[in-house]
């Protein structure tokens, strides 16, 4: 059996991924602390619970599973919680991956898929993206993805750990069966919060700045369905099993959604109205970030089926309606 450790599996894309690599032919095993994740979204293979700093737990996993790779998604991850704490992201990110990286090469284990972020890139004056952009993170949450990439490029020197890097733009859209799906306690994203608007869970959606240098004044991001996203996460994989070198692709389509775009897009698809209030911006938000490579299509050969912003909206919707977790 070809187990393959996923950290943060009870996380919203580590549970998208351990169901695209069960139907892939793997034993996804989920390493996760719970402190964001939840239990019951670990339904598609074994559950661990530990914290990415202790060494000691990560060598217990290692030796029980021999993983032939690792796909690492345990962080946190909001680029505002960054910005009051970023101690928090240097230690949970950084020291958490420093301890899983040493777990692996003591175990072996040379393989991994590694979740990084388009806030690595920072604020680069209304131009898409690629690969080869500089990276000049401008929130701490950026900062440590940035540093994590760096020791991956130093393992791999040093010790010939093989990474695929994946750089996501922004997530969204939850399992079509709503088996799994997006849930954040708190929840801090634009597409769940919406949605809580729209069916009153919440008075209203604050809009973080309308004074940003974009055609309506919001903010504009390039949304990936989780589907698709996890979909490149076992191409990856198969990369790195086939012997390939290390590689960094980015996770986007190119198309850029203002927070209003996406506002609208929300409207049409659930025929309710958003309530928003414009509110002041968020400190360390980029004004836009928008994938400008294909990469991942031509070298993976990874093609996003459910992208489109209608489809997500709609898949988030569904499981925001017919899905959860307990608490
Ligand atoms: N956003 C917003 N109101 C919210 C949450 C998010 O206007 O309540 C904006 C945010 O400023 C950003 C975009 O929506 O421009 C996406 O934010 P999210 O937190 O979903 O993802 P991020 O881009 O931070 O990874």
Redesign the pocket.
Same mark, same amino acid.
Do not use: M, P
């Given at each position: 059996m070809k187990h393959v450790l996923v950290t943060g599996g009870a996380g919203y894309i580590g549970s998208h991924a351990c169901k695209a690599l069960k139907a892939a032919g793997y034993v996804p095993v989920t390493y996760d602390n719970l402190s964001t994740g939840w239990q019951d979204a670990v339904k598609f293979g074994p559950f661990e619970q530990g914290d990415l700093t202790d060494a000691a737990r990560l060598d217990a996993v290692f030796a029980k599973y021999d993983p032939i790779a690792v796909v690492h998604f345990a962080a946190l991850?909001?680029?505002?919680e960054s910005m009051q704490k970023p101690a928090l992201y240097w230690r949970n990110n950084v020291v958490g991956s420093l301890t899983l990286f040493e777990a692996m090469l003591k175990a072996g284990c040379k393989e991994i898929v590694f979740s990084s972020?388009c806030?690595t890139y920072g604020d680069h004056d209304n131009v898409v993206l690629d690969e080869t952009c500089e990276q000049e993170p401008i929130n701490p949450y950026g900062a440590s993805k940035r540093a994590i990439e760096d020791m991956l490029m130093g393992f791999g020197e040093s010790d010939g750990l093989r990474s695929v890097i994946f750089r996501y733009f922004?997530v969204a859209g939850a399992d079509p069966d709503s088996e799994v799906g997006e849930f954040h306690q708190p929840e801090?994203?634009?597409?769940p $919060?919406m949605l809580d608007a729209i069916d009153g869970k919440r008075d209203a959606?604050?809009?973080?700045?309308t004074d940003y240098d974009t055609p309506d004044g919001?903010?504009i991001?390039d949304y990936v369905h989780v589907m698709d996203l996890v979909d490149a996460h076992v191409l990856g994989l198969k990369w790195l099993q086939d012997g390939k070198e290390s590689r960094v692709f980015n996770l986007g389509t190119g198309n850029g959604f203002s927070?209003r775009e996406?506002v609208n897009e929300s409207r049409i698809v659930t025929n309710k109205e958003v309530p928003v209030v414009d509110?002041a911006?968020?400190a360390g938000?980029c004004t836009m $970030?928008v994938s400008g490579s294909v990469r991942a299509e031509t070298e993976l050969g990874w093609r996003p089926k459910r992208s489109d912003m209608k489809q997500m909206i709609t898949d988030a919707w569904r499981w925001h309606q017919t899905g959860h977790y307990d608490q």
């Open positions: 991850s909001q680029v505002g972020t806030a922004n801090t994203h634009l597409i $919060l959606l604050t809009i973080f700045g919001t903010c991001r927070v996406v509110g911006r968020r938000d $970030l």
